[in-house]
């Protein structure tokens, strides 16, 4: 999959609990004895991936890892961190979770030359130290040597053969062929500098894939494929090694790979999709399913293995034991999640935003992982899968989306990722407790994770990690942390008859146990986190209890947490509610004492609404209905505490909006009565045919305002416009927290505008605007403001050098809108204060609920390259999103782009499935052979409903009937059986827009586009 672009971590914390490194060479962990990483593996002729020494069936399942590599590499070094220590703490987690196995896709952009000569550097010596981290802790790798994907963000590319030849030509141009086979026979070949052996020799090593996610031009014949193929595979083996090699079927080309010389086949998994730039609420299990590698008679006799997986952008810990027992039903023998996050880096999830995994910052997810990994150890290979939900149930294993619930439930073992009421058969038998909250078995309090394993009769190893707290949404990719590690303790209560009621707890570093720390009573103990030994009696433990202690878990690493401050607090509100219904509220803090919400209206009424505790973390109040009058309200909230307060939204944070606060407004244009011009105005002209200045009437009946009139515009740098003197206003200026106020509207055509503060040098910062025909009233915050006339960057700007505003236009702005003309009244340009809230809409009267976010439909993944997207605004001046591509041919039919949405609100407010409401659509065409899209509205399950909206030229409202839309059974034959009579609201989860050649065959060669400002619901 392709990566997001690095972006700016939290530092390393400075302080690590960490216990030595085990000398034991057998680990008793996840109830089997793992020796180090060093048994061979044979695909045989059924196509049955099996241990060289027994014949035993391989079932290993882990995690993709990137320290050596791309933006986790150039992150880790940006931090002035050390790669190695960090390999040391991930592979430890991985050891604790018990996980078999790391995949890589190795970034050959970075130990590649354009030759295809391998390049030995300092990726490679972490690539080797890697293999050797995993051998030693009884973890396999998997191999990808080629990846070609990285070249936007792989900073430490040294100009290797991905960098001079795109995809399509390494899979179809044979000339790119005996490139990449050079660097394939020199990757098997080389010698790992730490464990002495190649890798096409290295049992460590389990198997090569030959390349990461190819794609090929269109009509590329399997014929040739199988070619490529066979040319990778030959080359691994010319190597000299007698290895699995494995296909990556991404597109499809399973045939190919059938026909191949290759024992394997690799799918991936992502059924939630990917990039959604947001945390997907609620329960998902639902979509626990589908691959890539769906019963193909051409891959009967090949192993399969899914190379990617992932419930991306799901906070929960209920997804993965149901996804494993589904790849084990379509016979997968190795599968590896898409991607654990570096411990230095997990805080803030920015380097690949749509995967957060780690231990310490994901505890119930991460142990979910665990349980599943248990799923590939006890369910056999074609297990029939059944349906969901009664399928995430498999004794010993349960799934619950409801509960956001994994578990694993055995006479010795006891492993859930959340609190759970489930009592083990047999307590007095448990040898594994791993935890994630409270359960019959252990009572606790603290939200991380915790692992009890029985080292000898009556003494447990206890590792007990530490509590954090969420902040901001993980998904975002946005710079803030996400999750910080708290300074907290819980009390942990432990009902273990091994143990008994009162045992004494000492410190363990992993080779010796300290005197005791403390001394349970009733089975009660409180601890900071930290690796303990817990024992029945508080005689010290002789020598061969604490070498089995060792050989129990891995050394312990979590970050300290940084002492108690300012309260920190998550907090989110709904976008939208029903005007007249009460208004929960409900936030999350800690080291906090007073939590409060405050509401402004648009009118400027303010209301506040002081929070009382709920639950561990909770804080919880309610706005009664009478007081949410229609409008668009700021909501912010304010947490108070011994160590300071603390304020959401961030600037930051996601789904805020900037609104003008109380304060006297600098007005930058200032029109005297009866002046015929502002006084220092200077008119600007170059390569247009007429520009006219004057002064017209303003927005309210005796103002004033000033008209740009340009017509002619030529080609290259022609423009037009004004320039009016600039004095520093002073106060708003020095701070971020203030904004540029235009009040201006169009002709009938609309009008593009560039506003900008131009220093004495000629460089600048400012703004475009796109202006409908209406009075249109908008704010851009000083923050917003980009470089221009060739300004480096912000930094570089100085507003005590600001000579002059100007107002331009010109063909840069207006060949892209096809004008030629524009008129252009500026009743207002001023500077106000500003302050961020989150903005809720109370929905009443005739105004529709709306499904559609601009901002969410800009920052949604776009997997199509040739579908383009930017912000635009409507006839009325509201943001609007247009999409477009420039044309429609044989390697692209059609766009698409699917975004989230909220229809059950809007079900459980107006207590509706939709019988009786209408779908709203404001949209239209943006080119002249453009006549539609295809909308469709998704239920949770897969299941699609939609139509075909008609569009003019002219910005108009649409309406449809919800019961007029048709299922598009089209897509799934199975849609049929698990869809109602009609769309059902309250299972609506995303919108989908589709345009292509089937709406327009005859002009599927020209330019289409399409502008949607809203998409809403009413009830008639």
Request: aromatic residues 8%.
């Amino acid at each position: 999959m392709s990566a997001n672009d690095a972006g700016k971590a939290r530092p390393a914390p400075s302080r690590c609990h960490r216990g030595g490194l085990c000398a034991a060479v057998v680990l008793g962990l996840a109830g089997v004895c793992l020796a180090g990483a060093e048994r061979e593996a044979r695909v045989d002729a059924q196509g049955v991936l099996r241990w060289a020494d027994d014949g035993g069936e391989v079932a290993l399942l882990g995690v993709n890892l990137y320290t050596p590599f791309t933006v986790d590499y150039a992150e880790l070094a940006r931090l002035g961190l050390d790669h190695r220590q960090a390999i040391r703490d991930d592979v430890a987690h991985l050891r604790r979770l018990g996980l078999d196995c790391v995949r890589i896709h190795c970034f050959d952009r970075e130990f590649s030359d354009a030759e295809g000569n391998f390049v030995d550097n300092r990726h490679v010596e972490l690539l080797d130290f890697l293999i050797d981290e995993c051998r030693r802790n009884g973890l396999y790798t998997v191999l990808t040597p080629i990846a070609w994907w990285g070249g936007s963000y792989a900073p430490g590319s040294i100009n290797g053969f991905s960098d001079r030849y795109s995809m399509l030509e390494l899979t179809s141009d044979r000339r790119t062929w005996p490139v990449q086979a050079h660097f394939l026979k020199q990757f098997a070949e080389h010698v790992n500098r730490f464990t002495g052996r190649r890798y096409g020799d290295d049992p460590a090593v389990l198997a090569f894939e030959c390349i990461n996610e190819p794609l090929y031009p269109p009509g590329t014949p399997d014929s040739t494929v199988t070619d490529y193929i066979n040319t990778l595979a030959d080359a691994l083996r010319a190597g000299g090694t007698r290895k699995p090699i494995y296909y990556n079927s991404w597109q499809g080309r399973n045939a190919a790979a059938g026909a191949a010389r290759v024992e394997g086949v690799t799918g991936s998994v992502y059924p939630t999709g990917l990039v959604s730039g947001r945390a997907l609420k609620g329960p998902q299990l639902l979509r626990a399913q589908g691959s890539s590698l769906r019963p193909d008679a051409s891959l009967a006799t090949r192993s399969r293995m899914i190379y990617e997986f992932d419930a991306a952008d799901v906070p929960g810990s209920h997804m993965y034991p149901s996804m494993a027992k589904f790849f084990r039903s379509e016979g997968v023998q190795v599968a590896a999640q898409f991607q654990y996050d570096p411990l230095p880096l997990a805080a803030v999830n920015r380097n690949w935003m749509t995967h957060h995994l780690n231990l310490v910052y994901t505890p119930g997810k991460a142990l979910s992982l665990a349980i599943a990994a248990e799923v590939f150890r006890r369910v056999p290979r074609g297990v029939a899968f059944g349906t969901l939900p009664e399928a995430a149930v498999f004794p010993p294993f349960r799934s619950s989306g409801e509960r956001d619930l994994s578990e694993l439930v055995t006479d010795e073992a006891f492993l859930y990722s959340n609190v759970t009421e489930t009592r083990p058969p047999k307590p007095a038998a448990l040898t594994r407790v791993w935890g994630c909250g409270s359960s019959p078995v252990a009572t606790y309090g603290g939200s991380g994770a915790y692992f009890l394993d029985r080292v000898a009769p009556g003494v447990w190893r206890l590792q007990l990690f530490p509590d954090v707290f969420t902040s901001a949404d993980p998904y975002t990719g946005t710079r803030q942390i996400k999750v910080q590690v708290l300074a907290t303790r819980h009390a942990l209560r432990l009902l273990l008859p091994d143990l008994g009621a009162s045992f004494s707890v000492r410190a363990f570093d992993g080779v010796q146990a300290g005197v005791s720390l403390a001394e349970a009573r009733e089975g009660v103990c409180a601890l900071p986190p930290g690796d303990y030994l817990l024992s029945r009696g508080a005689e010290p433990l002789d020598a061969p209890v604490l070498r089995a202690a060792a050989a129990a878990a891995p050394r312990f690493v979590a970050p300290a947490p940084e002492p108690p401050g300012a309260p920190l607090l998550r907090a989110e509100f709904p976008r939208q509610w029903r005007s007249g219904a009460a208004l929960p509220l409900r936030c999350e803090a800690v080291y906090a004492t007073n939590v409060m919400v405050r509401l402004v209206s648009a009118a400027g009424e303010e209301r506040r609404c002081a929070l009382s505790p709920d639950g561990r973390l909770g804080y919880a109040g309610e706005v009664p209905g009478d007081v949410l009058t229609p409008g668009v309200w700021r909501v912010s909230v304010l947490a108070a505490g011994p160590g300071g307060t603390a304020c959401r939204p961030e600037d930051a944070s996601l789904d805020v909006a900037w609104f003008p606060r109380g304060g006297e407004a600098v007005p930058l244009v200032r029109l005297s009565e009866g002046e015929a011009l502002p006084q220092g105005l200077e008119r600007a002209r170059w390569g247009v045919a007429t520009a006219e200045v004057a002064v017209a009437e303003g927005r309210v009946p005796g103002t004033r305002a000033l008209s740009l009139r340009v017509d002619g515009v030529g080609e290259g740098r022609s423009a037009a416009g004004y320039t009016l003197p600039f004095r520093l206003p002073g106060q708003p200026l020095e701070r971020t927290r203030a904004g540029l106020r235009t009040v201006v509207r169009a002709g009938a055509e609309g009008a593009r505008l560039e506003l900008g503060f131009r220093m004495r040098n000629g460089q600048g910062i400012g703004c475009n605007l796109t202006v409908g025909p209406g009075w249109t009233e908008s704010v851009t915050p000083a923050e917003e403001l980009i470089p221009l006339w060739g300004l480096p960057s912000r930094d570089a700007f100085r507003w005590e050098e600001v000579s002059g505003v100007s107002v331009l236009t010109g063909a840069w702005l207006l060949k892209e809108a096809g004008l030629v003309r524009q008129t252009a009244e500026l009743a207002a340009l001023e500077w106000v204060p500003l302050e961020r809230a989150y903005a809720l809409t109370a929905v009443g009267g005739a105004t529709p609920w709306s499904l559609f976010e601009v901002d969410a439909w800009l920052r949604a993944p776009v997997w199509s390259t040739p579908l383009l997207r930017r912000r635009v605004t409507d006839s009325a001046g509201r943001d609007a999103v247009r999409l477009g591509v420039e044309r429609f041919d044989g390697a692209r039919d059609s766009v698409s782009l699917r975004v989230a949405c909220d229809g059950q609100t809007y079900a459980r407010l107006w207590q509706t499935e939709g019988e009786r409401a209408v779908l709203h659509v404001r949209a239209r065409a943006a080119c002249p052979r453009t006549t539609g899209f295809e909308l469709a509205l998704n239920e949770a399950g897969g299941v699609s409903w939609g139509t075909v909206v008609p569009l003019t030229a002219e910005w108009r409202d649409v309406r449809v009937p919800l019961s007029q839309l048709r299922l598009f059974a089209h897509w799934d034959r199975g849609m049929a059986g698990r869809a109602g009579a009609s769309l059902r609201l309250s299972r609506l989860e995303s919108l989908n827009v589709c345009f292509g050649r089937w709406l327009f065959p005859e002009a599927a060669a020209e330019a289409h586009a399409i502008e949607i400002q809203d998409i809403g619901l009413t009830s008639e």
